[in-house]
């Protein structure tokens, strides 16, 4: 198939009307000797896209596509490629792109943390050229961030699972999450649902921890087996004292989140991780005295092995994503960046109809 010279996308044209983003075309990156090219099928709308285009992760240039959550069909093969990929695949793609996969990081499966790693988008490759995202109909990558995506899962639920189901799996692999473990899922959202899911296929006594009881229901229907509402049990961290091995947090923001008190529910040597990346202008704060034999943490993306685990287990367990579909174009995103502001989603989007906005 022939690459064509110019991508066509949906693009944040200016940061302070970022919720009307037009089309455009833009020139594609080099295509190196390791790199796939890739027909887009679908793209979910993670949170990280609304942050970017927005502007809460600071200054975004003119003319960025955003989306980290592709599924898409192989067209191109670098010559240097060893991955066994073939034309025609349908594969994954997450929220990397590249990374120097030289340093004891990337050695260790930790790419994630490379210290010259490449977002999907808005980050500067060594050449210079500016990433761009998924709400386009191709993109380039390095194989190595590319996933096969199994038979049994849908395109538009295997996207959620890109960045945001490996955001949320990787602290709860890395920490022990399974049979015979208690786990919170705080924040019942895009990745919180995605939270409950996994760590109930994981094999753990899972449990939701909301400010109210709204999503109680839901959350016992992704797979939680307790429910905690924080604002309607002012006692919670009495009553359950001494109760959980781990606890990801999965809110958007952690300016609500009593870090002074939330240690008193872990078990000695017990685990907080934090998932959340919010405005950059909150801190962090808390009373040292009470993290005596518990650990608190942050969690960055997933490795390319914890995705290949998480489509696996995904597929072994038929773990379904809830997710509503939205045509992909100016207006559909528009809607999806609209409602992602309000909150007004149950729990992800994913954009469709790739071929007929582009082709």
């Not at 961030?145 to 990787?170: D, K, Q, R």
């Not at 400010?211 to 924080?230: P, Q, V, Y």
């Not at 943490?297 to 287990?313: I, R, T, Y």
Request: aromatic share 8%; net charge negative.
């Amino acid at each position: 198939m022939t690459s064509p010279e110019k991508y066509t996308g949906i693009a944040v044209i200016k940061g302070q009307d970022w919720t009307h983003p037009k089309k455009i075309q833009f020139e594609p990156k080099h295509f190196d000797d390791n790199d796939l090219e890739l027909k887009v099928i679908c793209c979910a709308c993670c949170g990280s896209d609304v942050h970017t285009a927005s502007g809460n992760w600071g200054e975004l240039s003119d003319s960025q596509v955003v989306g980290h959550e592709i599924v898409a069909t192989v067209t191109k093969i670098g010559p240097k490629c060893t991955k066994g990929f073939k034309i025609g695949d349908r594969v994954g793609v997450g929220a990397q792109v590249w990374a120097c996969l030289k340093c004891d990081r990337c050695k260790a499966d930790n790419e994630a943390y490379c210290p010259h790693w490449v977002s999907t988008y808005a980050r500067k490759y060594a050449d210079g050229y500016t990433s761009q995202g998924g709400y386009a109909n191709y993109v380039r990558v390095h194989e190595h961030f590319v996933v096969s995506i199994p038979e049994n899962i849908p395109s538009e639920l295997a996207a959620p699972l890109m960045c945001g189901g490996l955001t949320v799996y990787s602290p709860l692999v890395r920490n022990g999450c399974g049979p015979g473990k208690k786990v919170g899922i705080l924040g019942i959202g895009g990745i919180g649902h995605m939270g409950l899911l996994l760590a109930n296929a994981m094999g753990a006594d899972v449990y939701a921890i909301s400010r109210s009881s709204a999503k109680k229901e839901d959350a016992t229907k992704l797979g939680a087996h307790h429910f905690i509402a924080t604002k309607e049990e002012p006692d919670w961290f009495e009553k359950y004292y001494d109760t959980f091995d781990l606890i990801v947090i999965c809110a958007g923001s952690l300016t609500d989140i009593d870090f002074s008190t939330l240690p008193n529910v872990m078990k000695v040597g017990g685990r907080i991780v934090s998932i959340a990346i919010p405005d950059q202008s909150q801190m962090l704060t808390m009373k040292p005295f009470g993290l005596a034999g518990v650990s608190i943490a942050n969690s960055h993306l997933g490795s390319m092995k914890e995705l290949d685990q998480l489509v696996k287990l995904v597929s072994e367990k038929n773990v379904k994503v809830w997710v509503e579909t939205v045509p992909i174009g100016e207006q559909g995103v528009h809607e999806v960046f609209t409602r992602m502001v309000k909150g007004d989603v149950r729990y992800r989007f994913t954009f469709t109809d790739f071929d007929k906005e582009f082709d």
